[in-house]
């Protein structure tokens, strides 16, 4: 399978043993596409116009002094293609909502939007670092544009945080975990939505 990842150098001080302030360390967001189990499709055609902000988004983290940077954008955007494909029938991306709603090719036109990350880690090797990750996604009718679904999905995970040398497999885990349940946890929204199964073509 394809691995989703945005890999960019990471600042040489590292996390939980930095001595100097003010140093920025550019994470490393790269996960595989979580396993999702079968299910209906939906018999809908949709286009997915994301927030002029979701493919850009990004989460700093700061604590004493450094700040620590999660690019998110493009593993979201991958996120959010294979949600929409694996639910419905045919899946068009499109740069703008209204763009979407100009195809009259699509049913629905779906819009994710990042609406906030949040974080905790200590500072010894032992104590877990947490994450949270918030997406909403809208279903809009394409000939009315009037919202038919709308649902926030919230993802979590921890890890230990490790040491200069295992901190790096730590946060791969804790970025894959992340993505599984965020992944699952929207695939099980969408399919389990009433306002989309009993909406027709």
């Known amino acids: 399978m394809k691995k ?16 100097a302030t003010g140093c920025a360390h550019m994470m490393d967001v790269s996960v595989q596409p979580a396993p999702i189990g079968p299910g209906e499709t939906l018999p809908l055609r949709v ?7 979701f493919d850009s988004f990004k989460y700093e ?36 909502a209204e763009a979407a709603f100009a ?3 699509v049913d629905l036109v779906l819009t994710p939007r990042a609406v906030k990350a949040e974080s905790s880690r200590g500072v010894m090797a032992w104590d ?44 791969r885990v804790l970025m894959q975990k992340l993505f599984d349940e965020l992944t699952v946890k929207t695939v099980e929204a969408i399919r389990g939505a009433t306002e989309l199964r009993g909406k027709r073509p």
């Open 4 to 19: 989703f990842s945005f890999a960019i150098t990471r600042c040489l001080c590292l996390p939980l043993l930095a001595l």
């Open 47 to 53: 286009a997915l116009a994301p927030d002029k902000d």
């Open 61 to 96: 983290f700061h604590l004493m002094g450094d700040t620590w940077v999660y690019p998110f954008g493009p593993v979201l955007e991958a996120y959010a293609r294979r949600v929409a494909e694996t639910c419905f029938l045919s899946v068009e991306k499109q740069a703008t």
């Open 103 to 105: 195809s009259s090719s």
């Open 128 to 171: 877990k670092t947490r994450i949270t990750l918030v997406v909403e996604w809208r279903a809009r009718d394409r000939a009315t544009q009037n919202t038919v679904w709308l649902a926030t999905i919230t993802a979590e995970a921890e890890e230990p945080g490790g040491n200069a040398f295992s901190h790096s497999g730590h946060e």
